[in-house]
């Protein structure tokens, strides 16, 4: 039996570290009977509704689904709310994979909705900024064309900075930010790096407003065809994949930084609190869009995981939610 697994990132990604320990772990739970075949960016195409049709429509059984799944599953877009995570990435990995958040009726049945069933989430990284200018300020954002995935949620984030958000294809992206088509990106360090985009722009800015979380999803009726067995082995996994996706992001995060230092003058900047503070006031109406925007099941996914927040800040005072 072969299982495909899609990935939204090229080889050597987060998405296919997470992948690659994915299948080997699968492949030993099941002794060889299961093997998982790897489809990194490129090889399923490169339209990631393609993608996302393919998993609807149980060609691809498996995949990541992140920032441009808005459009399939418009309560996913919850992961791209801005200032709502713990400051610790360890802990948002684990709040995301949490039973309690993860299993949820609501959150399991917005995909559900869409002939899907969310398996696991992977934080990948900080979002990180760049730019053809210093960012600090709202006021440095403004009319500021920045890419945002194909998100709703992201547009009137960036909107509230000030921004003039736009959207573009992941593998379009090279060439409009370096034919000045849009003047800023978002994106987690490694994937500045191994699509190259830090090598045409100016301003590498950490503002600690998000991180890109990665979901993975599988085919509902793929997902209830398997045997119990089989689903549980897909638990086992993704449990023992929070810690290890945690540590493939922070490590191939640091690593591309130091590269992207070494190779370029990029300069980079780190937001202190006073002025992550000023972002944070103007997303915070960005929470009730949200719920405006997705409904219900939207509103429910969004209180669990804010309660799951809160219950962690309760053993963390390091938190970053207000
Ligand atoms: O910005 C994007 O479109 C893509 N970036 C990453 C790091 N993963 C997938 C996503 O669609």
Known sequence: ETWRFGLEEIEGSVQHGYAEAFKELIEEKSDGDITVQLLPY????????????????????????????GGTVPESQLMSLNFIMPADQLETAK????????KSDAWQQAYRDRGLVPIAALPEGYQVWTANQEIRTPADMDGVKIRVMDNSLLRETYRAYGASPLTIAYGELYSALQQGQADANIQPVFAHEEMGFYEVQDYLIFAKQSQFVGNVIANADWYDD?????????????????????????????????????????EIIELDDEERDKFRELAKPVRQTFIDDVGENGEKALNTLLDQVKAAEGNDSDSDQS
């Open 95 to 102: 709040i995301v994979n949490s039973d309690e958040f993860m």
């Open 42 to 69: 490129g090889q399923w195409g490169s339209n990631y509704s393609a993608l996302y049709d393919a998993i609807q429509g149980g060609s691809i059984p498996i995949a990541f689904g992140s920032g441009f799944l």
């Open 226 to 266: 398997l045997s119990d067995e089989q689903r549980q082995m897909i638990d086992e996994t993704t449990d023992e994949l929070v810690q290890k996706g945690h540590d493939i992001q922070s490590e191939l995060n640091e690593s591309r930084l130091e590269t992207i230092k070494e190779n370029s003058d990029i």
